[in-house]
């Protein structure tokens, strides 16, 4: 089972739509937790780091819960620009700290 | 600032054949990893380092070796190309190990015939 695991989508939704994605991570020593944005195989981008308390950015909203051991992303007023694909990364603890990737969800925002 | 600069961004190469993707970056960063991704596979971690001189394996390490003798440099060896390495190819660092930005590499296309 991989560490951290995403639903690999795609999901199609119309211009204007909300839409959300969860990631769940395996390892509870995990420390931290972020969404990055990946265009077309280009590297990826940093969206948002994910805090305990739950954190906005404009349009996008992300939450942890350390209980159930997954993560989440929602975005608000879907536009033509927000398609990409969203990855879930943990940083984990095994030793020393790595940062491990979930399989990325593929977002497709329709006019 | 350079950032993270990722050499070569092409490169096709023969079974059995051997080479190194170049990764260095600038910015004192204490944390360096290599990543490859496959189409629907996500990024994989390959191999990171925590410093010069630390080196650690990642989820997918067979057929790659790496060294960290600065804390600039990082690169990734292919012993021996395998067609099941065929992939695109990110190197990564971030200031130190846990609860920071990682920033990228441009990647690099490969191809193993």
């Known amino acids: 089972r991989k560490e951290v695991e995403q639903d690999p989508g795609p999901f199609n939704v119309p211009e204007g739509a909300t839409v959300a994605f969860n990631c769940t991570y395996s390892n509870s020593a995990s420390q931290s937790f972020f969404w990055y944005r990946q265009d077309c195989r280009k590297e990826p981008k940093l969206l948002m780091s994910?805090?305990?308390s739950g954190n906005e950015d404009g349009r996008f909203t992300a939450q942890l819960n350390r209980a159930s051991q997954y993560i989440s992303l929602l975005i608000r007023d879907s536009k033509l620009s927000d398609s990409a694909t969203y990855l879930c990364?943990?940083?984990?603890?095994?030793?020393?700290?790595?940062?491990?990737f979930g399989t990325g969800t593929r977002l497709k925002v329709l006019a | 600032n350079a950032g993270v600069t990722q050499t070569p961004k092409f490169q096709v190469l023969k079974t059995g054949q051997s080479m190194t993707l170049q990764c260095a970056q600038d910015?004192?960063?204490?944390?360096m990893s290599w990543y490859r991704q496959d189409p629907g596979m996500g990024l994989r971690l390959i191999h990171y380092?925590?410093?010069?001189?630390?080196?650690d394996q990642g989820e997918v390490p067979n057929g790659y070796n790496v060294s960290r003798s600065t804390t600039e440099d990082f690169p990734l060896r292919l012993l021996s190309a395998a067609p099941s390495q065929t992939s695109v190819y990110f190197c990564a660092s971030s200031y130190r190990q846990n609860n920071e930005k990682l920033f990228f590499g441009s990647g690099t296309q490969l191809s193993v015939l």
């Open positions: 380092s925590v410093g010069a001189g630390i080196t």
């Open positions: 990364v943990v940083n984990t603890f095994s030793g020393t700290y790595k940062y491990i």
């Open positions: 910015m004192n960063h204490e944390y």
């Open positions: 994910v805090y305990s």
